[in-house]
């Protein structure tokens, strides 16, 4: 395969809200790296963060990144097209997405089996939002076959949910989920798929409720117009929700996700507040026998398998949950659509 000098890129070149669509180099392949031509790419919070340049992005991409400038994006699908020297894990032509966080493989967590959550974990050397991108060999994954590339760049997040969810048991119980952008709705998938019988949503965004009815919530609340807490307990006897998940990184709407669980409940917190939160520690946790899971990123590499049967066999389904995709010279538009609440999951394409 012929691969150019230059690519196009989406690239975060200042410490303020905004991003550029630049030509850059085509990252040089050194031993153990991939590099992939991009197909599809996906949106997560994190870019939005990273575009607005938030208190959130100020606090954590220089120590999450080697600072700007930097490519944009991390959830990806691609074709490998060079392969550096010792690698064994892929080889040109394969298609994959990839894990984003690179665990050490050295510290105490890793060797325990907990690499998600590596004492000395990295991030990519740069991101994905290009048109090549380059990743070391450990994080790609093949993607089944039969799944196409606009759903393998939904492989990582959705992994996420599958994370959260192997936590916890859902079967015949009530489960609520609280925000309901992309992971929250693929929390709903997984509620369902593990036998959750009452589903409630919650979410100020009317579209992302919509998504949320249509990914098989049960009951679509929106903390504006209602009490959300008041709803749960009404429509469970009194009790409030067996398992609950906290997408929403909002600090009111965490305090309200600790009220509407149920005693002896499950919270999984997955959202990431920019402001300290404040809790009843005495009822919200204590009184309440309350167990509490926060999850980082997704359990690597279990979730990845979890994820490749559950959506290489069919038994979940997500594609309908991609409910925009704009190619890479149109990513202002892309992102401040998602910034305002109405999209589902949006795909950057390159073009
Ligand atoms: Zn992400
Ligand atoms: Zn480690």
């Given at each position: 395969?012929?691969?150019?000098?230059?690519?196009?890129?989406?690239?975060?070149?200042?410490?303020?809200?905004?991003?550029?669509?630049?030509?850059?180099?085509?990252?040089?392949?050194?031993?153990?790296?991939?590099?992939?031509?991009?197909?599809?790419?996906?949106?997560?919070?994190?870019?939005?963060?990273?575009?607005?340049?938030?208190a959130?992005?100020?606090?954590?991409?220089?120590?999450?990144?080697?600072g700007?400038?930097?490519?944009?994006g991390?959830?990806?699908?691609?074709?490998?097209?060079?392969?550096?020297?010792?690698?064994?894990?892929?080889?040109?032509?394969?298609?994959?997405?990839?894990?984003?966080?690179?665990?050490?493989?050295?510290?105490?967590?890793?060797?325990?089996?907990k690499?998600?959550?590596?004492?000395?974990?990295?991030?990519?050397?740069?991101?994905?939002?290009?048109?090549?991108?380059?990743?070391?060999?450990?994080?790609?994954?093949?993607?089944?076959?039969?799944?196409?590339?606009?759903?393998?760049?939904?492989?990582?997040?959705?992994?996420?949910?599958?994370?959260g969810?192997?936590?916890?048991?859902?079967?015949?119980?009530?489960?609520?989920?609280?925000?309901?952008?992309?992971?929250?709705?693929?929390?709903?998938?997984?509620?369902?798929?593990?036998?959750?019988?009452?589903?409630?949503?919650?979410?100020?965004?009317?579209?992302?409720?919509?998504?949320?009815?249509?990914?098989?919530?049960?009951?679509?609340?929106?903390?504006?117009?209602?009490?959300?807490?008041?709803?749960?307990?009404d429509?469970?006897?009194g009790?409030?929700?067996?398992?609950?998940?906290?997408?929403?990184?909002?600090?009111?709407?965490?305090?309200?996700?600790?009220?509407?669980?149920?005693?002896?409940?499950?919270?999984?917190?997955?959202?990431?507040?920019?402001?300290?939160?404040?809790?009843?520690?005495?009822?919200?946790?204590?009184?309440?026998?309350?167990?509490?899971?926060?999850?980082?990123?997704?359990?690597?590499?279990?979730?990845?398998?979890?994820?490749?049967?559950?959506?290489?066999?069919?038994?979940?389904?997500?594609?309908?949950?991609?409910?925009?995709?704009?190619?890479?010279?149109?990513?202002?538009?892309?992102?401040?659509?998602?910034?305002?609440?109405?999209?589902?999951?949006?795909?950057?394409?390159?073009?």
């Open positions: 395969m012929n691969i150019p000098k230059m690519m196009k890129a989406i690239v975060k070149t200042k410490e303020e809200r905004g991003a550029e669509y630049l030509e850059v180099l085509v990252p040089e392949v050194g031993p153990g790296e991939v590099l992939v031509k991009i197909k599809s790419c996906a949106v997560c919070g994190t870019d939005i963060h990273m575009y607005q340049w938030n959130w992005a100020a606090a954590n991409v220089k120590k999450a990144y080697s700007l400038p930097r490519i944009m991390h959830e990806f699908s691609g074709e490998v097209v060079k392969v550096g020297e010792g690698v064994k894990k892929v080889k040109v032509g394969d298609r994959i997405a990839a894990e984003t966080h690179v665990p050490c493989g050295e510290c105490y967590l890793c060797r325990t089996g690499q998600f959550n590596c004492q000395n974990v990295k991030r990519f050397k740069n991101g994905v939002y290009a048109e090549y991108a380059l990743i070391p060999e450990f994080c790609a994954e093949k993607i089944p076959d039969n799944i196409g590339y606009d759903v393998a760049a939904l492989f990582e997040p959705f992994s996420v949910a599958v994370h969810a192997s936590y916890v048991r859902m079967v015949g119980d009530s489960v609520a989920v609280i925000g309901v952008g992309p992971i929250g709705l693929f929390s709903i998938k997984m509620a369902k798929t593990m036998g959750a019988t009452t589903i409630f949503a919650s979410d100020i965004s009317e579209y992302h409720l919509s998504l949320a009815e249509k990914a098989g919530a049960n009951y679509l609340l929106n903390p504006k117009e209602m009490d959300v807490v008041k709803e749960v307990r429509a469970t006897d009790l409030g929700a067996g398992v609950v998940f906290e997408t929403s990184g909002n600090v009111k709407a965490i305090k309200q996700a600790f009220e509407l669980l149920r005693k002896s409940g499950s919270m999984v917190m997955i959202g990431l507040p920019s402001e300290p939160l404040v809790l009843d520690a005495s009822s919200d946790i204590v009184w309440k026998g309350a167990t509490i899971y926060g999850v980082h990123g997704r359990d690597i590499f279990t979730s990845w398998e979890i994820s490749k049967n559950l959506l290489g066999s069919g038994k979940v389904e997500i594609e309908s949950l991609i409910t925009h995709r704009f190619k890479f010279n149109q990513f202002k538009k892309a992102l401040e659509l998602a910034e305002a609440g109405k999209t589902g999951k949006v795909l950057l394409l390159p073009e």
